[in-house]
């Protein structure tokens, strides 16, 4: 379901030079980037009622995946996320009702049908390649995909996320390696969002955007701001469109901020300062988007305030159906260790 | 009828899987010029862009294959020494042997990583390990070491088939070492059968790789003294055939398990509770285990890898004792 079916009239589909994107993306935009912040609220509300067992969240990278996702075209290029990427899973197509099935590790979650934590998404269906708690490890996998597609000559390009802290481990910098020099139609996209659970990223990187490493590697990169969907779809389509015609791989960092803590069951208070937490919420994506657009006049604030109602209600009608499904049997612990054809 | 040796199987079974198969391609470092072993000579001339060296970084030749599988290609790594694999144990142990897990098949890898192990080459701790414990301890990983060159063709022709990562694993000192008469197609096969190659009523040995064709050797000295030992050849260590090795232990009673691995953790151990759970009223006599000592890795000097290695005297020696038990 997107933002078409919650407007009373119908949406241009003409892109406004301005924004690159249409009214109807826009409003699009704003759906996906509000249905991923409520969706994680009520997640985190059913962890402290006892009925989720764990969340980890994307609030604060809503802009940056949204914005992002949006720029490839959906049933041809393929997603390999990361586990906050639920504004990317979204715009590829997963529903709340869908997500709430993986929250709480039902029978019918097609993620990993309870075996993985939540937020390990995965589905060949919608081309969203399936990740494991191994940050960057698909960035290589994302890289073959790519390798692969190049070999067939199929026109697709493959987005591969991670967050700052994993752009120290190894894979990163041999999926960069790869695609470079292979020229691959590939996406590295880095949210950073400030820290690797409590490490701010001066512990994790001596350089002070993790896009200056495109250097290394020849390759195409930038930053952008990560908290205006607006900016990261302009970043990105544009790199998009020039992977897919065999222009190489891009390293793009969207600069973000992790305005919750790093899950369910991490406390932030610890670690961070309570006033930099204050000045970050002032930027928050989802906030921003809202004031740009209804200071521009391009939605009244009727109509944001419609998708906003709407949103409310698929995600209190998604949490209780999904309450209601079965859970896997304890025997579905087993098959499937190999695949037979 | 041809005289084949292990690495001329291989290199002929790789061309024939390119040949027949477009989805087919391979990867890994100095490919394109052959291999260190020869193993994918001649193969760029003929396939050209399938045939594609990698940067030296193994988890990534690993990672790229997952991706590439999971396309829909058929990829076939090489990696160049199995001791060095283990810059790729992440993307094997988190990645790959859960691929279908944790979709519950609804995504697969039909890849193949080949790597050549095992010792009694000269090449000290980094170039003559036994990794195939550790890969054997992941479900969802299938490990394949052949002894036969025609072992060889038809366990990687079916690895190539096989819908799920398998590692295919060279023993090294065997590659121009052993020959075997072979005609025509490799046999229809599947990956997960052991195989009874010698029978006599004394005793039992298991083994693997170069380790086979010393039991095996062993098995005719001893026959001349009398003694006549079943000779298993595993061929599949993951998973492991059960039904093989329950019946081949029953049939004498006495079981004497070889392999170049350092002996605490080895797949010897794994056999040996296999039999001991399901076959212990069949045993005559206690479980013997010939394996490399529990020390790091095989030393370089001729002496001290020799004192390292199994080989059929000791494997020999082993058998006369639990035969007189």
Redesign the interface.
Known sequence: MTATRTSRRARSQETIDEYLLSEQQLADMYYYMLLARRLNERMLALNRQGRAPFVIAGAGQEAAQVGAAMALKRGTDYLAPYYRDLGMMLVFGMTAREAMLNLLAKRDD?N??G??MPS?W????RKI??Q?S?VT?Q???????????K??KDPIVVLTCCGEGSTSR??FH??L??AA?HQLPVIFFVQNNGYAISERNEKAMPVKHVADRKRAYDMQGAVCDGMDGIAVYQTVRPAVDQARNGGGPHLIEAKCYRLWAHSSDDDDSRYRPKKELEEWAKKDPIKLFRDRVESDGIFPREELDEIEARVEEEIREAAQWALMQPDPAPEDAL??????? | MALMTVIEAVRSTLDEALAEDDRVFILGEDVEAGGVFRATEGLKARYGERIIDSPLSESSIIGVSIGAAHYGLRPIAEIQFADFIHAGFDQLCSEASRWSYRTRGDAWLPMVVRTPWGGGVHGGQHHSQSIEAFYSHMPGIKVVAPAFPADYRSLLKAAIADPNPVLFLEHKRTYRLIRQEMDGAPAETRIGRARITRRGNDLTIFAYGLMLHESLVAAETLSGEGIEATVVDLLTLNPIDHETILEAAKATGKVLIVHEDVLTGGLGGEIAAIIAEHAFEYLDAPIRRVAGPDIPAMPFHHAMEDFFMPNRDKIATAARELAAY
């Open positions: 097609w990993s049908y075996r993985q390990h995965g589905s060949p269906d390649v399936t494991s191994v490890t960035f290589v996998h994302a890289a073959g995909i790519a390798l692969a597609a070999m067939k190894g894979d041999e999926a390696n790869w020099i098959g499937f260790v190999y695949k037979e054809l």
